[in-house]
């Protein structure tokens, strides 16, 4: 924790930068793009528990898969509507879209090495064929 604030609840771009293994500069790009939003004291950026649950949501909807964009408007959903229904049924909604399009990638992939596969068993019975000529 930094000696920005005696609140454990305010956070330095150091402090998260180191938690969560990020760049600071990403932590400023999420700021720009409207992601986070922290307080400053002069020129220092403090960051509230909820930019840090914030960030943690950011970096987790990244691995699965969320654009900025669609993880901005999960945001903006709770900012405006508190109540979790809306929501939740939005981000099913998402992540059915995800799951689809995982889906459709791993048929694409299976589909690709059975052609990697066949042309392998091709090059291999050529090799064959001509090592008995």
């Not at 930068?17 to 720009?32: L, N, Q």
């Not at 793009?33 to 949501?57: A, H, M, N, W």
């Not at 099913?92 to 068993?121: F, G, P, T, W």
């Amino acid at each position: 924790m930094s000696i920005i604030s005696n609140s454990p609840s305010s956070y330095s771009i150091s402090d998260l930068s180191k938690e969560f293994d990020i760049t600071t500069r990403s932590i400023r790009f999420y700021e720009d793009q409207g992601l986070l939003k922290p307080k400053r004291r002069g020129q220092t950026r403090v960051y509230s528990l909820k930019d840090k649950v914030r960030l943690k949501l950011i970096l987790r909807g990244k691995r699965l898969g969320f654009s900025l964009a669609e993880t901005r408007r999960l945001f903006e959903m709770y900012d405006t509507d508190k109540s979790s229904t809306s929501q939740l049924s939005t981000m099913l909604d998402l992540i059915e879209e995800k799951k689809a399009a995982l889906q459709q990638q791993m048929d694409d992939i299976k589909v690709v090495l059975m052609e990697l596969n066949s042309a392998e068993q091709q090059c291999l019975a050529s090799l064959s064929n001509d090592k008995n000529s």
